[in-house]
């Protein structure tokens, strides 16, 4: 009366389904230099943490008498595990099953996934290599009529956006609907030299004259400059690092608090070269990635986005344990100011912010948006515009300080106006509606002409208005909140977290 003849079958089935494609289409995508799933897995969640779903689901074959002779496996595989000791959905494709091809997937799997981390309020991490169950010319004749175009439980990937922290490696060529996959996610990241992501592949757009190779169609040098990924890495394995370092500081599910760690480096910390960090002449640049890493907790700086919109700089990090989003100006690059690609980058990453519940550190250096014809055509203006919306739309605690310019629409997105300014300005804050030597020729023009010595006139007006836009001018005014030491940045900073975190939760 005992079932052991079933639980022997389910054993011989789940090693079935652990040959994946078959040794001979393993051994080619190890070949490639790519790791099939269920390394992947491995090499991304803690160890023997992964519990796997549906893992003998796919396509049986029988002999005459109805006994199972083989098993092909969905190309899909998916499971609970943790990371860090936290919970996940880790989900990947098995490029090794028809290439990821709709053929070879069993869609409720996919769906299934995606519904577990939304109802069960845990991260989801997609690892996509093909098209990730998209279209494939073969099914169609195996159906034997054509479709029109839906994607199976794509409700649930919009779901996820709005609920839990999804993050999306692209592990190889991904195309159509696994490129769509990567995209709809909050953090992505792809493998140079080793993925590529298109809409549709090289033999597809050889059809409207397009002879690139995939490297030069859908590479990360592309799409990591683009802002269509997040970022670009170098193996697989620094994606999964990237993968868990994004997840650990953000809460599981909006709506809960994001972990804090135990402080290690001390709050009353001062940095004896932020007092000289900044130039002196207007026009040098300085290194705004030295001062967030001055002032944040040693080591856990997490920058994302470094390859686009690189006027402005967005990164996780951590005052006194607490899990920070920080936004900071980039003068190294435009001289900070926001073009369209930046303006972009700068509204994805508040709103990401401020959904997850993380408090905003925003060190400005912003002379404005960027001018020009190409600015203008790229549309600067109404990106620019989406980026301060942003801003005056988030409902988290947010400080800002400034630490050199702030002029014009793009300074006044420091913050929204109309609320407490949890502010601070460096002594070498320099502010207005634009700046002073492009604007003294056109205010003076008549009388500068009219001068015996118009040079002279002109560097005497400069003088006088140098006396002006002294930032303790404003202060007197209350006009700034606070101008402080350099170095006393930090421990405000974390002043402020601890304030922001009790108010949050």
């Given at each position: 009366?005992?079932?052991?003849?079933?639980?022997?079958?389910?054993?011989?089935?789940?090693?079935?389904?652990?040959?994946?494609?078959?040794?001979?289409?393993?051994?080619?995508?190890?070949?490639?230099?790519?790791?099939?799933?269920?390394?992947?897995?491995?090499?991304?969640?803690?160890?023997?943490?992964?519990?796997?779903?549906?893992?003998?689901?796919?396509?049986?074959?029988?002999?005459?008498?109805?006994?199972?002779?083989?098993?092909?496996?969905?190309?899909?595989?998916?499971?609970?595990?943790?990371?860090?000791?936290?919970?996940?959905?880790?989900?990947?494709?098995?490029?090794?099953?028809?290439?990821?091809?709709?053929?070879?997937?069993?869609?409720?799997?996919?769906?299934?996934?995606?519904?577990?981390?939304?109802?069960?309020?845990?991260?989801?991490?997609?690892?996509?290599?093909?098209?990730?169950?998209g279209?494939?010319?073969?099914?169609?004749?195996m159906?034997?009529?054509?479709?029109?175009?839906?994607?199976?439980?794509?409700?649930?990937?919009?779901?996820?956006?709005?609920?839990?922290?999804?993050?999306?490696?692209?592990?190889?060529?991904?195309?159509?609907?696994?490129?769509?996959?990567?995209?709809?996610?909050?953090?992505?990241?792809?493998?140079?030299?080793?993925?590529?992501?298109?809409?549709?592949?090289?033999?597809v757009?050889?059809?409207?004259?397009?002879?690139?190779?995939?490297?030069?169609?859908?590479?990360?040098?592309?799409?990591?400059?683009?802002?269509?990924?997040?970022?670009e890495?170098?193996s697989?394995?620094?994606?999964?690092?990237a993968a868990?370092?994004?997840l650990?500081?953000?809460?599981?599910?909006?709506?809960?608090?994001?972990?804090?760690?135990?402080?290690?480096?001390?709050?009353?910390?001062?940095?004896?070269?932020?007092?000289?960090?900044?130039?002196?002449?207007?026009?040098?640049?300085?290194?705004?990635?030295?001062?967030?890493?001055?002032?944040?907790?040693?080591?856990?700086?997490?920058?994302?986005?470094?390859?686009?919109?690189?006027?402005?700089i967005?990164?996780?990090?951590?005052?006194?344990?607490?899990?920070v989003?920080?936004?900071?100006?980039?003068?190294?690059?435009?001289?900070?100011?926001?073009?369209?690609?930046?303006?972009?980058?700068?509204?994805?990453?508040?709103?990401?912010?401020?959904?997850?519940?993380?408090?905003?550190?925003?060190?400005?250096?912003?002379?404005?948006?960027?001018?020009?014809r190409?600015?203008?055509?790229?549309?600067?203006?109404?990106?620019?515009?989406?980026?301060?919306?942003a801003?005056?739309?988030?409902?988290?605690?947010?400080?800002?300080?400034?630490?050199?310019?702030?002029?014009?629409?793009?300074?006044?997105?420091?913050?929204?106006?109309?609320?407490?300014?949890?502010?601070?300005?460096?002594?070498s804050?320099?502010?207005?509606?634009?700046?002073?030597?492009?604007?003294?020729?056109?205010?003076?023009?008549a009388?500068?002409?009219?001068?015996?010595?118009?040079?002279?006139?002109?560097?005497?007006?400069?003088?006088?208005?140098?006396?002006?836009?002294?930032?303790?001018?404003?202060?007197?005014?209350?006009?700034?909140?606070?101008?402080?030491?350099?170095?006393?940045?930090?421990?405000?900073?974390?002043?402020?977290?601890?304030?922001?975190?009790?108010?949050?939760?």
């Amino acid at each position: 009366m005992s079932w052991e003849r079933e639980v022997e079958e389910l054993a011989h089935r789940r090693k079935l389904a652990e040959q994946m494609g078959g040794s001979e289409k393993v051994a080619r995508q190890h070949n490639r230099g790519k790791l099939d799933a269920r390394q992947r897995i491995a090499g991304l969640v803690d160890p023997g943490s992964f519990r796997e779903i549906g893992k003998i689901a796919g396509r049986g074959s029988y002999d005459e008498s109805g006994e199972l002779t083989d098993l092909a496996p969905a190309n899909f595989i998916f499971g609970r595990a943790d990371i860090d000791g936290r919970p996940v959905v880790a989900t990947a494709d098995d490029f090794t099953v028809r290439g990821g091809a709709a053929d070879a997937a069993i869609f409720r799997k996919v769906v299934q996934a995606e519904a577990m981390a939304h109802e069960l309020g845990i991260p989801l991490i997609r690892m996509i290599d093909g098209t990730g169950g998209g279209g494939s010319v073969k099914t169609l004749e195996m159906v034997g009529a054509t479709y029109v175009p839906a994607v199976p439980g794509w409700d649930h990937v919009v779901a996820n956006l709005d609920a839990v922290p999804v993050v999306a490696l692209a592990l190889g060529p991904t195309a159509g609907l696994g490129a769509a996959r990567v995209v709809a996610s909050h953090y992505s990241v792809m493998v140079k030299g080793l993925s590529q992501l298109f809409a549709a592949g090289p033999a597809v757009a050889a059809a409207i004259g397009d002879n690139s190779d995939k490297e030069e169609l859908g590479g990360s040098d592309i799409h990591a400059r683009n802002g269509v990924v997040d970022d670009e890495v170098a193996s697989e394995t620094e994606a999964f690092a990237a993968a868990r370092r994004f997840l650990s500081y953000l809460p599981p599910a909006t709506g809960k608090p994001a972990p804090r760690l135990v402080p290690s480096d001390p709050t009353n910390r001062r940095d004896e070269a932020l007092l000289s960090i900044v130039p002196r002449e207007a026009k040098q640049v300085y290194s705004m990635r030295r001062i967030l890493d001055a002032l944040c907790d040693k080591g856990s700086v997490f920058e994302m986005g470094a390859r686009w919109g690189r006027a402005a700089i967005t990164a996780f990090a951590r005052l006194d344990g607490w899990p920070v989003a920080m936004l900071a100006s980039d003068p190294s690059f435009l001289g900070g100011s926001w073009d369209a690609k930046t303006s972009e980058k700068v509204e994805r990453f508040v709103r990401l912010a401020d959904q997850f519940r993380l408090p905003i550190v925003h060190l400005v250096d912003n002379p404005g948006f960027m001018i020009g014809r190409d600015a203008e055509v790229a549309g600067t203006i109404r990106y620019g515009v989406n980026a301060m919306n942003a801003v005056y739309r988030a409902t988290v605690p947010l400080a800002s300080v400034v630490i050199r310019r702030a002029y014009g629409i793009a300074g006044s997105a420091m913050s929204n106006a109309e609320r407490f300014q949890y502010r601070f300005a460096w002594p070498s804050g320099d502010w207005g509606s634009l700046p002073i030597e492009g604007g003294v020729e056109v205010a003076y023009k008549a009388e500068i002409e009219a001068a015996d010595d118009p040079e002279a006139h002109l560097a005497a007006i400069r003088e006088r208005l140098n006396r002006v836009r002294s930032p303790f001018r404003t202060a007197e005014r209350f006009g700034i909140e606070d101008i402080i030491d350099p170095r006393d940045t930090r421990p405000l900073l974390c002043e402020f977290a601890t304030l922001a975190w009790a108010r949050l939760f």
